[in-house]
């Protein structure tokens, strides 16, 4: 179901943003299998909204989201913040991510200085003050937290900084029917996201198939990562999961109602 607040010239900043001279041609290469435009339409992105999107990693949708929100909005960016882990691996890698979307932000001041970055305790998250967000995004995350215990207390927090009317986007890798939670494939049911929203308080508005991938078949032997752009596979295997290309994914959108 396309977003019906959609009009021409949201959709013409959207694609000057998605066209970006400053995306790296590894980045466009993938915009076949993420549909940023389709995606970002369907998720009702507009002018002058604050849009929050939950650990953006490298910065792919950042790269789209800011430049669209540059003059007349604001983009931020949340991020875990790596001192309210235990030390040990999870916390440098929370900090090497950190680190590198903070330098991307200073190299491309054209774009990015005007973004804004939170840093969150992914055990107690708060993205902002509450009802402060137009949008919150989410893009291939609620595996992680799922397997850590913390997917309830990420959507409620959603639910918490968004404004009454308020939209919550999410992309995730989509599993044949419900998994454990501690499924280590990277997939994850559609009722079983749609679940967690739901008992945040958020309405399930509409789902869409933009991001789908018939091809593939959800059973690798690395599980999400054995597709691109993972490619966690045997040099042997390559032409074959190049061929199924990346993730079967749902995309849904949430509505802060009440």
């Known amino acids: 179901m396309p977003n019906p607040h ?6 013409a900043r959207l694609q000057a ?18 549909h940023p435009l389709e995606t970002l339409e369907f998720f009702g992105l507009q002018p002058g909204q604050t849009v929050v999107e939950i650990t953006p990693g490298s910065g792919w949708y ?5 430049p669209f929100l540059y003059e007349d909005g604001n983009y931020i960016a949340a991020v875990v913040d790596p001192q ?10 929370q900090q090497r991510s950190k680190d590198t979307l903070e330098a991307k932000f200073a190299a491309a001041p054209l774009q990015f200085d005007r973004a804004n970055m939170v840093a969150y305790d992914p055990a107690a998250p708060v993205f902002g003050s509450p009802g402060t967000a137009d949008v919150v995004l989410t893009f291939r995350n609620v595996h992680n937290w799922r397997k850590a215990g913390q997917a309830q207390g990420m959507f409620d927090a959603f639910f918490a900084v968004l404004k009454p009317g308020g939209t919550l986007g999410v992309v995730e890798h989509r599993a044949v029917g419900d998994v454990a939670d501690d499924d280590d494939s990277g997939y994850v049911g559609q009722d079983q996201v749609i679940a967690l929203a739901e008992a945040a308080g958020f309405t399930l508005d509409a789902s869409s198939e933009i991001n789908a991938n018939p091809l593939d078949t959800k059973d690798h032997p690395n599980g999400v990562w054995t597709l691109p752009p993972g ?7 390559n032409a074959k999961y190049q061929t199924i290309g990346e ?11 009440g």
């Open 62 to 66: 950042a790269e789209i989201l800011a």
């Open 247 to 257: 993730s079967d994914r749902m995309t849904l959108r949430f509505k802060k109602t």
């Open 231 to 237: 490619n966690n596979h045997e040099p042997v295997d």
């Open 6 to 11: 959609q009009d021409a010239d949201t959709t």
């Open 17 to 34: 943003a998605v066209d970006g001279a400053w995306r790296t041609p590894e980045d466009i290469a993938r915009d076949p299998y993420r």
């Open 84 to 93: 309210t882990l235990a030390e040990g691996r999870g916390r440098d890698y």
